[in-house]
């Protein structure tokens, strides 16, 4: 059983991410595969496919 992850092992994404996962629409986030979100929630390099799902909400800084 030592395959699971404790709590403690498990990543918390940044409050600022999550908020702006609840406000994309949910016909959006539905087609996010694990790796996509994954990326979204924790990584500051996106893969392309996510990219272009989120072109239309994305700002540029």
Known sequence: MENKESKSDVRKPADERLQAL???PADI???FTKEEMNAFLFE???PDS???KL???MVEE
């Open 44 to 46: 500051d390099d996106w």
């Open 22 to 24: 609840r406000s994309l």
């Open 50 to 52: 996510l990219q272009e």
């Open 29 to 31: 986030v539905k087609t």
């Open 55 to 57: 072109k239309d909400y």
